[in-house]
C-alpha cells in the first residue's frame, strides 16, 4: 500500500504520572480536545496548542472506556465501567461545559459489558462496542433502554464507527473488518484488496466517505491507514498508508476525526529509570478529501 504524504504537528501536549487514556474527541467547534481519563474517571481538556490539560468534569464515571462526539446537538457520550465488566454505563454531557445531562446504565441481563468504543449515528443512535461478549449494544433515543443490537462473528472487536450514510456501521477485529447494517441488524465481512492487507485495525474513525485508522502491520510496526470504500460502501477497494510517526508499544492509541484532519493521542515515558512521569501529546495530520 503506497504511503501519502501528510503534513503532521503536534496539537497540544501534557505530562502526567498516572494518566491512561480511555478515549479521545475533538471539539471542532472549538477548537478543544477531549480527553478520557481512565483509572482518573474523569475527562480532561486540552486545547490547541497547549502545554497542559485542564480537568473537565469527573461525572460520576467508572473506568471511562471510549468517547463519541453527537455533532448535531452538541454532546458528548462517555462509556465507564468497572474493569471486569460490571456497572457499565452511557453518560450523556453537555460537550461546552461538561455538564451531565443523563446516565443510561446497561441492564443487568447483559452484564458482563466491557466497552471499548462509542459511535454516535447521524441519527443519534449511540452505539457501544462490547469486548467481553462480542456484541454491539445501542442506545436509540434518550427515552429507550440499552439493547444489543447485534452480535459479531468470532473474533476480537477493537473499534467501531458510524459510516457516510445513516444505517451503517463498521466494526474493526483483529483479522479484519465487517460492516453492519443497522436497521436489518445484519453483520458482513467487508472484503479488501488482495494487495493489502486490512487485518489488525486497532481504531477506526469515519472520515467523509472513507475511515481512517490505526493499523499494526506483520512486524509489529503501527501506522495510520486510510481505507477506500467503493459507492455502495460494502468493500475496501485501496488501503493507504499516512506518513506520520507512530509508536509501537501495547498501549492504545486513540484517534478523533477534526474537520480534515486526523488527530491521535500517543504517550512517551520519561528517559529517567525514577520518573514515573508521561509525557502525553496529541498529533494531528491533515487529510486530503
Known amino acids: 500500500s503506497p504511503a ?15 494518566f491512561a487514556p480511555g478515549g479521545l474527541a475533538c471539539d471542532a467547534v472549538s477548537g478543544r480536545y477531549v ?32 468517547l463519541g462526539i453527537n455533532t448535531m446537538n452538541g454532546t458528548l457520550w462517555v462509556a465507564s465501567a468497572e ?30 459489558v466491557r466497552p471499548i468504543d462509542i459511535a454516535v449515528t447521524a441519527s443519534g443512535a449511540v452505539l457501544l462496542l462490547d469486548a467481553a461478549q462480542g456484541r454491539v449494544l445501542v ?48 453483520v458482513a465481512p467487508l472484503p479488501g484488496p488482495r494487495s493489502a492487507p486490512i487485518a489488525g485495525i486497532e481504531h ?10 490505526v493499523q499494526t502491520i506483520a512486524d509489529g510496526a503501527r501506522r495510520l491507514v486510510r481505507l477506500s470504500l467503493d459507492a455502495a460502501g460494502r468493500r475496501v477497494t485501496a488501503l493507504t498508508a499516512i506518513e506520520a510517526p507512530v509508536p509501537p508499544g501495547d498501549s492504545p492509541i486513540f484517534t478523533a476525526v477534526c474537520g480534515d484532519e486526523l488527530a491521535f493521542l500517543v504517550g512517551e515515558s520519561g528517559g529517567a529509570a525514577a520518573s514515573r512521569e508521561t509525557a502525553w501529546t496529541v498529533r494531528r495530520v491533515r487529510l486530503k478529501p
Do not use: C, W
Not at 459479531?152 to 450514510?165: D, E, F, K, V
Not at 477506526?204 to 485508522?213: E, F, I, N
Open 83 to 112: 474493569a471486569d465488566g460490571r456497572g457499565a454505563a452511557l453518560h450523556r454531557l453537555q460537550l461546552i461545559s461538561g455538564r451531565a445531562l443523563n446516565s443510561y446504565s446497561v441492564p443487568d441481563g447483559l452484564a458482563p
Open 35 to 66: 480527553l478520557g481519563d481512565r483509572p482518573g474517571r474523569k475527562l480532561h481538556i486540552l486545547a490547541d496548542g497547549a502545554g497542559h490539560a485542564i480537568e473537565l468534569t469527573r461525572g460520576g464515571f467508572l473506568d471511562v472506556m471510549g
Open 139 to 186: 442506545l436509540r433515543s434518550a427515552t429507550a433502554a440499552i439493547e444489543v443490537l447485534t452480535t459479531l462473528q468470532p473474533g476480537t472487536p477493537t473499534s467501531i464507527s458510524a459510516g457516510s450514510r445513516d444505517g451503517v456501521a463498521y466494526v474493526a477485529l483483529r483479522d479484519g473488518l465487517a460492516r453492519i447494517d443497522l436497521r436489518a441488524r445484519v
Open 4 to 18: 501519502s504524504p501528510a503534513s503532521f504537528e503536534n496539537a497540544g501536549s501534557f505530562s502526567s504520572v498516572d
Open 204 to 213: 477506526l474513525r469515519r472520515y467523509r466517505t472513507s475511515l481512517v485508522g
